[in-house]
């Protein structure tokens, strides 16, 4: 209400009066011109004002609906993240537990079932969510279709921001994506084992009846068949019996394991490291039973049967010997790779023993000229520089033998150091200790080299070997005749192919199973492990599980300080240095110490 509509300040309406004239009128006409003007002044602000609100509710709008949008992507990214994580664990798990007890596949299966039919279901109401977002949206679409063409541009500017936001947005989460994924390389482990750990938690708490009756149902499928099994093998029940004792040991001790990792779930990742730990010892204490087991089982089996063993032991002797007796020195080294599956499908024969194994390998012929040429200088001895080696050599056995390790990466911070000499060198001073065998492992898989170091023309694949493609005997060589007296009881599994993912070949489980049975086959004392220069790759990290300490070889006039430091950081302190060499040292004496 304006002033002059006020009570107050109003004229009362006088009588029209004719005789008057049309001055009379002037008054009251100018009232009704200033009483318009002020209306419509009234209607422009109330216009105004609408306008404003109108564009603050659609400002909020859009700000709710690119929250919902962020949300939901979110909610999507998190999704596939955890179904990634769910498939990795669940795929490793299985083929573990496939590897252990076949009793458990069944369950295995339906616990698979159940995490698709989670993620089908995760995957409906996602969809859900978007169609009811997108319908929301298309409401309001249509009620606002009166206002577009007054705010055309608002909100073009507003979109302009919204863009300008979101790709703000998305860079950000590229650069936390890029972060994360930096971090996953120094923690994958742990983060996974803390992923599952959550996982199962949540599953277990939502569907533990489920859970139970599940485990019931396979534990009595299980007994059920163990029981066929049970009246089927009625000539091995004494070994059966001592089998499935050990294997219900192992079942009790990963059932407690299991329990004891729900438990510490909610604990600090320390201890739900320390469980880890456990379960991963239970795992090969597990292992180590079926294991036993069986070989108790052979054992049994070749008593019954005592003399056709011996016959045919007898005749796999003879046969090597004529195969390696017939085969000529000169003949140029020819690899048959074993195809896939080979080896399930032979027949069932004696098991060769550790030395037949050994015979079977492939054999190459040395260039002791090349090995010169090469700087091997522990194969001729003219260098007085190899009685370093023979003195790392006697340490390097002595440490492993107080630690009971056997497992040694050999490794540099940069390139040109002689990582590879280093191993080479120390290869063949092992190879003189008769009671020790030894494997050197070329894991350079993005720079093989050390097939060039000792002449070798067909080096096979690495990585074939890791995914269980063929057998270690297969791929491994041994030394053929030579004058410098290298001696048998060394191996060496080269490589002449690289891999385009080699860090994520080194950490996948093929590799760590592929590697136990390389040492369960041939039983070395000794492994060195040439790896790719640390701080280039990530390789020596996600390698880290399968060795237990490092040499780290640094070269003079090269290597820095501040390099060494960052390779001791990146190791951890969990990983033991066993030891720093220092090669191309320039000042040093060597021949006074010659006798």
């Known amino acids: 209400m304006t002033m002059i509509e006020r009570r107050k300040f109003r004229r009362k309406r006088r009588p029209y009066d004719e005789s008057a004239g049309p001055t009379t009128a002037a008054p009251d006409s100018e009232s009704s011109a200033i009483r318009a003007e002020a209306e419509r002044t009234e209607a422009a602000a109330e216009a105004k004002r609408k306008a404003e609100e109108l564009a603050a509710r659609e400002k909020a709008q859009r700000e709710a609906e690119a929250e919902a949008r962020r949300r939901a992507e979110a909610r999507r990214i998190e ?37 698709e039919a989670r993620r089908i279901e995760a995957e409906r109401v996602k969809a859900a969510a978007e169609a009811e977002a997108k319908r929301r949206a298309e409401e309001r679409a249509a009620r606002e279709t009166a206002q577009r063409e007054a705010e055309a541009e608002a909100r073009r500017r507003a979109e302009a921001q919204r863009i300008e936001a979101e790709r703000a947005e998305a860079t950000a989460a590229a650069e936390a994506k890029r972060r994360a994924e930096e971090r996953a390389a120094r923690e994958t482990a742990q983060r996974e084992a803390e992923a599952e750990a959550r996982r199962r938690a949540e599953a277990q708490r939502i569907e533990a009846e489920r859970a139970e009756r599940a485990e019931a149902a396979a534990a009595a499928e299980a007994k059920r068949k163990a029981e066929e099994r049970a009246a089927r093998e009625k000539a091995q029940r004494e070994a059966e019996a001592k089998a499935q004792a050990q294997r219900a040991a192992a079942r009790v001790q990963i059932e407690a394991d299991r329990q004891a990792a729900r438990a510490q779930a909610e604990l600090v990742a320390d201890q739900q490291r320390q469980a880890q730990a456990k379960a991963r010892h239970a795992a090969e204490l597990a292992s180590e039973a079926e294991a036993q087991a069986r070989r108790e089982a ?137 009671n020790c065998r030894t494997l050197l492992v070329d894991m350079d898989l993005r720079n093989p080299s050390l097939h060039k170091v000792f002449g070798v023309k067909d080096p096979g694949v690495m990585g074939d070997l890791l995914r269980g493609d063929i057998t270690p005997e297969r791929h491994f060589q041994r030394l053929g005749a030579n004058s410098f007296h290298g001696g048998r009881t060394i191996a060496f599994g080269f490589n002449g192919a690289t891999e385009s993912y080699a860090s994520e070949l080194l950490q996948d489980p093929r590799t760590a199973a592929a590697l136990r049975e390389t040492e369960a086959r041939l039983r070395p004392d000794v492994v060195l492990f040439d790896l790719p220069p640390a701080l280039y790759f990530d390789d020596v990290i996600a390698f880290r599980a399968q060795y237990d300490g490092v040499l780290l070889v640094v070269g003079g006039g090269l290597t820095t300080k501040a390099e060494i430091k960052e390779v001791e950081r990146r190791l951890g302190d969990s990983t033991p240095l066993l030891g720093v060499i220092l090669n191309k040292a320039e000042g040093t004496t060597v021949r006074k110490y010659k006798y």
């Open 79 to 115: 999704a596939e993240r955890a179904e990634a994580t769910a498939a990795a664990e669940a795929k490793r798990r299985a083929e573990e537990r496939a590897a252990r007890e076949t009793a458990q596949r069944e369950a295995e299966a339906e616990a698979r079932r159940r995490a």
């Open 298 to 434: 052979e054992k049994h089996a070749q008593q019954q049967t005592s003399d056709q063993v011996r016959r045919l032991e007898a005749e796999h002797k003879a046969a090597a010997e004529r195969s390696l007796e017939a085969k000529p020195k000169s003949k140029p080294h020819t690899r048959r790779p074993l195809p896939l599956g080979a080896r399930q499908a032979a027949p069932v024969t004696a098991a060769p023993s550790l030395d037949d194994i050994w015979a079977s390998m492939d054999e190459f012929q040395v260039n002791e000229r090349l090995l010169d040429r090469n700087r091997i200088i522990t194969a001729s001895r003219h260098d007085p520089a190899h009685a370093s080696f023979d003195v790392l050599r006697t340490r390097l056995l002595q440490a492993l033998a107080d630690n009971g390790w056997r497992r040694v990466a050999i490794t540099s911070p940069t390139k040109d150091c002689g990582k590879t000499f280093t191993a080479a060198n120390l290869a063949i001073s092992l190879s003189r200790q008769e």
